[in-house]
């Protein structure tokens, strides 16, 4: 499972417990990538509650916050997340496998619409190395449509899947899928 103390659905009690039933309510399961947040209830219950509003944010959609964990994940050669989410496209977006190739060798030959591709190329941009991002680059996002809120949101997203890589590849979590 992990070389760091988890609980398992299993063996879970207490908040962790009534964490993973909402968990399981809401994906029939706890992926091992989140069973590792056990061993602090409170980082688990905050990542389940941040999972949540991403996945219901109004302006990024689906397709575009799973591309760019996808992506952000590549550079962090997690492939436990890359995997994760390639099967995501896949299975919830309708994506061919040609099509998570073609975006994983260049987000530009993915399906999503020019405007998605201009965040995931300024979240990409940030995550690689944040301090060649300049005002141009959030202009550009903002001439494709994305408002300050949305440009926060995506790379707080792509930053946060950096974090997750770390966390996932170091504890060595186990592939569960």
């Not at 207490?14 to 029939?28: D, P, R």
């Not at 706890?30 to 999972?51: D, G, I």
């Not at 492939?79 to 496209?89: P, Q």
């Amino acid at each position: 499972m992990s070389i760091l103390q988890t609980q398992t659905p299993d063996s879970a009690t207490g908040e962790v417990a009534e964490i993973y039933a909402q968990i399981t309510q809401a994906w029939g399961g706890v992926p091992t990538a989140l069973q590792v947040y056990s061993s602090n209830p409170f980082l688990l219950k905050q990542t389940w509650e941040y999972y949540g509003s991403i996945m219901q944010h109004p302006t990024l959609s689906m397709p575009l916050t799973t591309t760019i964990r996808m992506l952000v994940s590549q550079t962090g050669n997690c492939s436990y997340c890359i995997d994760m989410n390639a099967g995501m496209l896949m299975n919830m977006a309708g994506w061919t496998a040609d099509q998570v190739a073609a975006t994983r060798a260049d987000f530009n030959h993915s399906p999503l619409s020019d405007k998605e591709k201009a965040m995931v190329g300024l979240v990409l941009k940030m995550t690689r190395d944040s301090n060649s991002v300049t005002a141009p680059d959030l202009q550009t996002a903002r001439d494709a449509g994305w408002t300050d809120n949305d440009i926060l949101d995506a790379v707080n997203h792509g930053a946060r899947m950096v974090a997750g890589d770390i966390i996932i590849n170091g504890f060595k979590v186990a592939r569960d899928f």
